[in-house]
T-cell receptor
Framework: EAGVTQFPSHSVIEKGQTVTLRCDPI?????LYWYRRVMGKEIKFLLH????????ESGMPNNRFLAERTGGTYSTLKVQPAELEDSGVYFC???????????????FGPGTRLLVL | GDSVTQMEGPVTLSEEAFLTINCTYT??????LFWYVQYPGEGLQLLLK?????DKGSNKGFEATYRKETTSFHLEKGSVQVSDSAVYFC??????????FGTGTSLTVIP
């Protein structure tokens, strides 16, 4: 079974440009999550999809970030326009059951390393 | 709010040394606690978890015990190997579906 995949693995862009990150969850997983790790700091939650609906987007930093999950399969996270402080590693995770069972496992992708110059 | 504090790295150990990575948390009620590991070039992988007080999670020789009285979930391994070199993240999950992670601790094991 394929794991969570993310594309691209690395992205280097200039301030003011637009970048789109993609996440393909494990097949059959209705729940998809985005997280971000800024250099040297903790991994922080951005948002949670259940199928194509945004269940919780309380972690999105501002309106320059737009996440979509059309059709309830893969998801994209667009940053427009990118700022220097957006640099970091963006992780995607998926899970089968997001019913709130606290021990449920989320499966993480390898992350996309974004550098904004 | 909920948060996790873990031991800052980097940590460098010789092979077969004893490992402890400290993790404490702040949360109301009874969160579930996790250790995730990220090997070079790979995604985060669940290493072990504990869902209630006094539970011990274990996997691949690693152990951590959920201590409610000290709000801790320290990671231990009796004899580390070079292949254990990775970044280790402590995390909690409380109400809702999001995780709260620590800053990560980088471990390097030298032969």
């Amino acid at each position: 079974e394929a794991g969570v995949t993310q594309f691209p693995s690395h992205s280097v862009i200039e301030k003011g440009q637009t970048v789109t990150l993609r996440c393909d969850p494990i097949s059959g997983h209705d729940n998809l999550y985005w997280y971000r790790r800024v250099m040297g700091k903790e991994i922080k939650f951005l948002l949670h999809f259940v199928k194509e609906s945004k269940q919780d987007e309380s972690g999105m930093p501002n309106n320059r970030f737009l996440a979509e999950r059309t059709g309830g399969t893969y998801s994209t996270l667009k940053v427009q326009p990118a700022e220097l402080e957006d640099s970091g590693v963006y992780f995607c995770a998926s899970s089968q059951d997001g019913s709130g069972i606290l021990g449920e496992t989320q499966y993480f992708g390898p992350g996309t390393r974004l550098l904004v110059l | 709010g909920d948060s996790v504090t873990q031991m800052e790295g980097p940590v460098t150990l010789s092979e077969e040394a004893f490992l402890t990575i400290n993790c404490t948390y702040t949360a109301t009620g009874y969160p579930s606690l996790f250790w995730y590991v990220q090997y070079p070039g790979e995604g985060l992988q669940l290493l072990l978890k504990a869902t209630k007080a006094d539970d011990k999670g274990s996997n691949k020789g690693f152990e951590a015990t959920y201590r409610k009285e000290t709000t801790s979930f320290h990671l231990e391994k009796g004899s580390v190997q070079v292949s254990d070199s990775a970044v280790y993240f402590c995390a909690l999950r409380h109400t809702g579906n999001q995780f709260y992670f620590g800053t990560g601790t980088s471990l390097t094991v030298i032969p």
